[in-house]
């Protein structure tokens, strides 16, 4: 998709086209956005923050004027859109996690997407997920209060993204189509890095496994029919889960990833082998001193650095990279999934291109490989602006495959 805004900056394009996208879902009004990233200086991360935190405090005060004047759809709609605006705003920050903008912006973007979660009907449930001697946070979504067991989907997000902003890229679409919907940020995500450090682990399965057991306590959870949906770089957390966790019935790659660390270091000079020793080694000052120009000269690679150093709990852009290698389904992981799968694929995708093809080549289980072009909007990463398009066609999936199987007696 050619750019509107940024010209020289496709992180901050991608990330307006982000909150674009959630228009579709209630999270975004294209002028706010449009005017937002208008103010904004291209590059200058406090400049992002700055103005969509004028944004996003605006809206809140418009949503809580209209809570107390008892307008209560006036006052959802806004906390909506306030929440994924402090979402956004936080965004660039993550080079200095002590920054107290960092912390207040997200503190504010859960606060306003829980305001608003109070005034849905049924409400969307904040649920606390038994977790190694902790919780994770997350969302429960019901159809209706009847608490029969519906077919389930459990969706987490990725490398940056929020269960807040899953209600917009999923959630809200599997509750209109008849699911019971289970969001939740696990180790590395917002939830649990904000307020306990968690980092990111590569091992997804001792993640998924609690958070299945916790859906069984669940009436409104059908667990023969629960289908469990990655998104980003979930693309490779969830398959990894699924390899070894086989309560799923189903699993989709939005969008698929195969090989995140091959992926992430490719551009590295060197040979495959070799540059894996340097990254993995105890010192290498010359590959240190690479990176780090590598971060002054390109604004995506020194945000992924930033925010891989803080998700991942690095100390350095080397060692990012080094954690970055353990996050695959290589050797035989992938041929181990036995639910029906489906692959996504964009076709302008910057960040997973071919990703997605080696994923389903590898699957040995039932599987689907579904391709989002340009022509039809939806050639961005997971799709970003076509976030209609792209619901119906993988719930429509997720439809013809769970009803074959059989409901909860």
């Given amino acids: 998709m050619e750019r509107l805004l940024f010209q020289g900056n496709s992180q901050f394009w991608f990330e307006t086209l982000r909150s674009f996208s959630n228009i579709a879902y209630g999270g975004a009004d294209f002028a706010e956005v449009l005017t937002t990233a208008q103010r904004i200086t291209e590059g200058d991360y406090g400049s992002w923050h700055d103005e969509w935190r004028v944004t996003a405090d605006r809206v809140s005060a418009e949503a809580r004027q209209s809570l107390e004047g008892g307008h209560r759809v006036s006052a959802r709609d806004a906390f909506l859109r306030a929440s994924n605006y402090y979402r956004s705003a936080e965004f660039f920050l993550h080079g200095n996690p002590c920054d107290p903008r960092h912390e207040q912006a997200y503190e504010r973007s859960v606060e306003c997407f829980r305001a608003a979660a109070e005034l849905f009907t049924p409400r969307i449930e904040p649920v606390a ?46 509750v209109e189509r008849g699911y019971t919907v289970l969001t939740f940020d696990g180790p590395g995500q917002p939830g649990p890095l904000h307020r306990e450090g968690l980092v990111f682990r590569p091992d997804w399965e001792n993640v998924i496994g609690p958070v299945l057991d916790f859906a069984g306590t669940l009436p409104e959870v059908d667990s023969r029919r629960t289908a469990l949906v990655g998104i980003s770089l979930g693309g490779v957390l969830a398959p990894r889960a699924a390899a070894f966790e086989h309560r ?63 998700a991942m709990g690095a100390a350095t852009p080397r060692a990012v990279c080094a954690a970055y290698l353990d996050y695959h389904v290589r050797q035989g992981v992938a041929e181990r999934i036995t639910c029906p799968t489906l692959v996504c694929e964009a076709a302008e995708d910057e960040f997973f291109a071919g990703q997605p093809q080696q994923l389903y080549d590898h699957l040995t289980c039932p599987k689907t490989l579904l391709r989002f072009t340009a022509d039809e909007g939806a050639g961005a990463h997971c799709h970003a ?7 119906a066609r993988v719930y429509d999936w997720l439809d013809d495959t769970l009803r074959e199987r059989p409901a909860a007696a």
């Fill in 129 to 174: 997920i038994p977790y190694e001697g902790t919780t994770l946070p997350g969302y429960l979504y019901r159809v209706d209060d009847g608490g029969a067991p519906r077919p389930t989907v459990i969706m987490h997000t990725g490398f940056d993204g929020t269960a807040e902003e899953l209600h917009f890229t999923g959630a809200l679409a599997g």
């Fill in 248 to 310: 799923p019935a189903a699993l989709v790659a939005l969008d698929g990833v195969y090989d995140f660390g091959t992926r992430a270091v490719g551009r590295l000079p060197g040979e495959g082998a070799e540059v894996e020793r340097r990254l993995r080694a105890d010192a290498d000052p010359e590959f240190d001193a690479m990176l780090d120009r590598s971060m002054a000269d390109n604004p995506v690679s020194r945000w992924a650095y930033n925010h891989g150093m803080y």
């Fill in 385 to 391: 602006g076509a976030q209609r398009l792209a619901m």
